[in-house]
């Protein structure tokens, strides 16, 4: 039985090398889910400026599609991912969107800062791209079957 579920993923992620790895993460876990017909939407903001713009629909993002799960970098240019995710949770067309920090932190206080400000997860990136796509994919496929308010 095929199970068809839209994800649009918002990336928020500065490093070019780390959005690849990320991209090729969740095209690999797609292709690897039996009986699931996954069509995954990736859209990039590489700052936190870039991504209030997207999520707030301002300037050309004006028609940015709603995303079902943000992938949030801590260490931006602009604005700094704490701020961004600030900013998600005190609105009230967006704090229902899971956001998932994926950091090189490993700083105590930042994790907890970011689960007190409504992070759905805070995970650490890994350094090799065969625990980077095993984690990513656990993760797409735990916010593929995770029941979500609209």
């Known amino acids: 039985m095929s199970i068809e579920h839209r994800m649009v993923i918002l990336v928020v992620e500065d490093e070019d090398q780390d959005y690849e790895l990320i991209e090729r993460s969740i095209r690999a876990a797609e292709k690897s889910q039996e009986g699931m017909s996954a069509r995954t939407e990736l859209h990039r903001a590489p700052d936190g ?9 301002r300037g050309a993002y004006a028609d940015a ?14 604005l700094n991912g704490m701020e961004v995710l600030e900013q998600i949770k005190q609105d009230n067309r967006l704090r229902k969107i899971p956001v998932v920090v994926l950091t090189v932190s490993t700083d105590e206080e930042e994790m907890v800062r970011a689960y007190d400000s409504g992070a759905a997860g805070f995970l650490n990136k890994p350094t090799g791209p065969e625990q980077f796509s095993r984690l990513l ?5 735990y916010w593929r079957i995770a029941r979500l308010p609209d």
């Open 49 to 57: 400026a870039q991504a209030l713009d997207f999520l707030f629909r």
């Open 65 to 78: 599609p709603r995303p079902n799960l943000i992938l949030l970098d801590l260490r931006l240019p602009k």
């Open 137 to 141: 994919s656990t993760v797409l496929e």
